[in-house]
């Protein structure tokens, strides 16, 4: 089956996928940490790791772009959460500063997908001329993006003059 008509998941998006892989290495992470975390430091988390992953998921279903780039700020934030959870980390001596600092580059280029499919679901909902430089991260195709025009009527927070455009 060609692979521009098979159904593309959420699960199959390359920002997913690495975001599920950060996420499970937060939870092994939240396994060091001392007895005295369990109920604050350990639960934010795991809550802001499931939150990265649930917003991309729940983004993924709705019809509408901003509503699918809204879930995405969502999932930033999160991710912007748990870079401040691996500062507090680093702070009180819990984990080695060395991995700290790679599971921050993890993060890093978690954001960075997360800041490409933002700017491609713009594009979608800009009409533009949809090109991926990296064929292997097929988000969607043009046509899908033909097919999911229009604005959600109850969304007030985003309008055309807000999307940023590319330079």
């Known amino acids: 089956m060609d692979q521009k008509n098979t ?6 998006l390359e920002v997913y996928q690495a975001a599920r892989a950060f996420r499970n290495a937060m939870y092994q992470l939240v396994k ?4 005295c975390e369990k109920f604050c430091l350990i639960d934010q ?21 901003l509503d699918q780039i809204r879930f995405m700020l969502i999932s930033r934030g999160s991710l912007e959460e748990l870079i401040d959870d691996l500062n507090h980390c680093s702070d009180q001596n819990y984990i ?13 280029r978690i954001s960075q997908l997360i800041g490409g499919y933002i700017r491609f679901l713009r594009k979608c909902k800009a009409g533009e001329n949809l090109s991926l430089r990296d064929e292997s991260n097929n988000y969607a195709t043009s046509e899908d993006c033909d097919d999911l025009t229009g604005d959600h009527p109850t ?5 055309d003059s807000t999307i940023q455009r590319p330079q």
């Open 32 to 35: 060091r940490l001392p007895d």
């Open 96 to 108: 080695p500063e060395e991995e700290i600092a790679s599971l921050k580059d993890q993060a890093s």
């Open 7 to 12: 159904f593309q998941t959420f699960e199959n």
């Open 45 to 65: 988390i795991r809550r802001a790791a499931l939150s990265l992953t649930n917003n991309i998921a729940e983004g993924h279903g709705r019809y509408y772009y």
């Open 155 to 159: 969304i007030q927070r985003f309008n």
